[in-house]
């Protein structure tokens, strides 16, 4: 799976390594990765992993989407096809972070998305703004 992660103006694109997700989103993520279509096994483990009723997440571009506004509060959802119009991205964006993965449908892309945005590290809690030292 390819994923993009950009802040502010800086974009880099890498592929997955095995040391970039824990536990069971990093298995999650490899069964996205060998998934080409629809699989009722997947969906169970997608809700499972999120905490969200079951449904056919891998199959359905609108139970795909209801996941993440459900599961991902905050993130903007986009939706495309790359350039040779052949393979969908879906990209999921919040606070100047922007990752986006590919995949053979919408769907998985999204679900892709989804858990690469989960599998991120915690972000540093900004300082107060009474903490920042003078200019």
């Known amino acids: 799976m390819r994923m993009g992660f950009s802040s502010d103006t800086v974009a880099v694109e890498f ?3 095995e040391g ?3 536990g069971d989103w990093q298995e999650l993520a490899r069964r996205l990765d060998r998934a080409s279509g629809c699989d009722t ?3 169970a ?3 499972e992993a999120f905490e969200q009723p079951a449904a056919d997440y891998s199959a359905s ?3 795909a989407r209801r996941l993440v506004a459900a ?3 905050g993130w903007t959802l986009h939706l495309g096809f790359g350039a040779t119009g052949v393979f969908p991205y879906a990209g999921l964006a919040a606070d100047g972070t922007r990752i986006v993965c590919d995949a053979p449908t919408v769907p998985l892309a999204v679900l892709r998305v989804a858990v690469a945005v989960r599998a991120l590290p915690p972000r540093p809690a900004s300082p107060e703004p009474s903490a920042l030292p003078a200019s």
């Open 15 to 17: 592929r997955r390594d």
């Open 20 to 22: 970039q997700m824990a």
């Open 41 to 43: 096994a997947l969906d």
């Open 45 to 47: 483990a997608v809700a």
């Open 61 to 63: 571009v609108d139970a």
């Open 71 to 73: 599961a991902l509060p």
